[in-house]
Structure formats: C-alpha cells, structure tokens
T-cell receptor
C-alpha cells in the first residue's frame, strides 16, 4: 500500500463544474503539499498546509489531520485547469523529504 | 526573479554518452533538490543540498549518477555513461532554508537516451 494515495486517478469534467481531488496518507506528517503539473510543463506548488483550510482564487485545500485526509477543490472549473495534481507529504522526521502520491489527471472540457 | 532555471529543456543522447543537466536556483534559496520523474515510479528525490553541501544522496540510483553544487547559484547532475533506462524528466527545485517551506520547481529537463 502506498503511503500517499490519491483518488481519482483520472477525472474528466465539464467547464464550470465543481471538482474535488482526494489525498489520504498513512504516515505521520508535518505538512502536506498540493502541486500542479501541466502537460509538458514544470511543477508548481499550489498549497502547503498543516491544518485547516487555504484558498487561492478558485482553488481550496483542506486537511483533516485526525483522519489523515486532504482534499483539493476547484470551483467553476476551466479548461486551463487541466493538469496533473499531485499530493505530497513531509514526514515528521524529515523537513526536506517529500512522499509523493501518484497524481490525479484532470481534464476539463469546454 | 526568473524562478528556477534548468537547461537544457530537452536532451537526446546515445547510450554510453555523458549527460550533464544544469540548474540555477532562486537567489537566496539555501536548499536545492534534484528529482526524477518517470511514468512507472513517479517523482523520486535523487539528492538534496543545503548551503551547497550534499545532505542526502541516498536516492542517486548508482555510481553513474553524480551531482555537484560548486556555489549557491549553480548545480549540475551528471550521468556517465547514460543508459536507456535513465530516460525521464529531471527536475531541479529550490526553497528557502527554513524547514517545511514550499519548494519552487524548474521546468524540467526531458532526457531521452537511445
């Protein structure tokens, strides 16, 4: 079993839909990251959080430490949101190591 | 700041050749990471530098791989000799020296070894 599991693996949505991507982890963590990777492009850090909720524009990330679960929400999705979204966690014994999920590939159709 | 700059963006080389990937971190960032991304294994940490010193190289696959950081503004990842299984996207990332801060990734170098 992977230490960081994401669901779904693939997601297709219509423009304007509300999207949720889930991340569950089985290890203790000091922080959780959500990353975005566009096709053929680099990786962008969207959020780093260790508790509660953060919001940037149409993106919202939440984390429940007790349940070892995080969600990434996209409101009013747009085709430019099409990308791979990667969840990663910092284990508590290492401030620099990241344990990565396998990613969720999102396609938003116009 | 221009962000983390990697070069080249794409590299195609023949098996057995030496390959050198380059990275310029964001100015002022004390930590630098080299990652490899493949379809099979996802993102893997190869090596981590702090203040130009290699701290953790346990992810370097084998002796064919080496990395250097001669100063705070430049790092290289070298593969010699290259093999087809080294084909992957190699990312460099940097972050400020504080722990548990966000890392900034470069655009990656897509390496194909034929």
């Amino acid at each position: 079993k992977n230490e960081v599991e994401q669901s779904p693996q693939n997601l297709t949505a219509q423009e304007g839909e509300f999207i949720t991507i889930n991340c569950s982890y089985s290890v203790g963590i000091s922080a959780l990251h959500w990353l975005q990777q566009h096709p053929g492009g680099g990786i962008v850090s969207l959020f780093m959080l260790s508790s509660g909720k953060k919001k940037h524009g149409r993106l919202i990330a939440t984390i429940n430490i007790q349940e070892k679960h995080s969600s990434l929400h996209i409101t009013a999705s747009h085709p430019r949101d099409s990308a791979v979204y990667i969840c990663a966690v910092n284990p508590p014994d290492s401030s620099y190591k990241l344990i990565f999920g396998s990613g969720t590939r999102l396609l938003v159709r116009p | 700041d221009a962000g983390v700059i990697q070069s080249p963006r794409h590299e195609v080389t023949e098996m057995g050749q030496e390959v050198t990937l380059r990275c310029k971190p964001i100015s002022g960032h004390n930590s630098l990471f080299w990652y490899r991304q493949t379809m099979m294994r996802g993102l893997e940490l190869l090596i981590y530098f702090n203040n130009n010193v290699p701290i953790d190289d346990s992810g370097m696959p084998e002796d064919r791989f080496s990395a250097k950081m001669p100063n705070a503004s430049f790092s290289t990842l070298k593969i010699q000799p290259s093999e087809p299984r080294d084909s992957a996207v190699y990312f460099c990332a940097s972050r400020p020296g504080l722990p548990n801060t966000e890392a900034f990734f470069g655009q990656g170098t897509r390496l194909t070894v034929v």
